[in-house]
């Protein structure tokens, strides 16, 4: 799985799985420069604990997991990408910040399809936690009030159909320890990938996608 970069220039900060399979790509870093890129590396004390490694692939550098995270030990990991351009003599280099938050929640994000209509009361599925003590809630989004979370479970708070729309966001919070970190609610009204009238989970509806953002080499 990989995270969403949502920063200034020069940081982000992106929320993942709290047990994302060792070799899994964690995110991407794009720089730009006057001259073409040679090198991406990890920063002097950049890679904490050698918990990732970084490669080239084109134009950008691509940051996979090196080895397992022990969560809930290891909550966060705060990576630096240095960039080199290829100017002769003394390169030009730039530093990407990438604070990678993990957990407590097994998945990236939520995704079903469900049919059309689906009335109100509708249980649609249960998120997941890795970690026991931990709780759900129902946030915010732009169609929070369509939905609510009872019993484990998340369900409709209205009547979902596509003469409305098709296409239903919110956001649901697990919070551990006092720890709030807020996962992707995404439903699609359809009933061509309904099986029996059942809400399916869709992997390839929406996921939290890998972002490419790009540095400014100086």
Known sequence: MTGTLSAAAGSATITL???????????????????????????????????GAVVKSGTAAVVTLAKAINYPTVKQV?????????????????????TVNFGPSADSAYSFC????????TVIGKPTSAVSTASWTLTTGTDSAKFSFADGSIKTAAKLESADKTYYTAELTLTDAGVATTWPLHVLVDNSCVNSGVAQIVSGLVMILMTVLAIHVV
């Not at 899994?24 to 073409?36: E, G, H, K, P, W």
């Open 114 to 121: 469900v049919a059309d209509p689906t009335a109100s009361g």
């Open 78 to 98: 705060i990576f630096q990408v240095k960039a080199s351009d290829s100017t002769a003599g003394t390169a030009a280099t730039g530093i990407m910040t990438v």
């Open 17 to 51: 799985p709290s047990a994302p399979v060792v070799g899994a790509t964690l995110f991407t870093v794009t720089a730009t420069a006057d001259s073409a890129i040679a090198t991406y590396e990890f920063n002097t004390d950049g890679n904490p604990d050698t918990t």
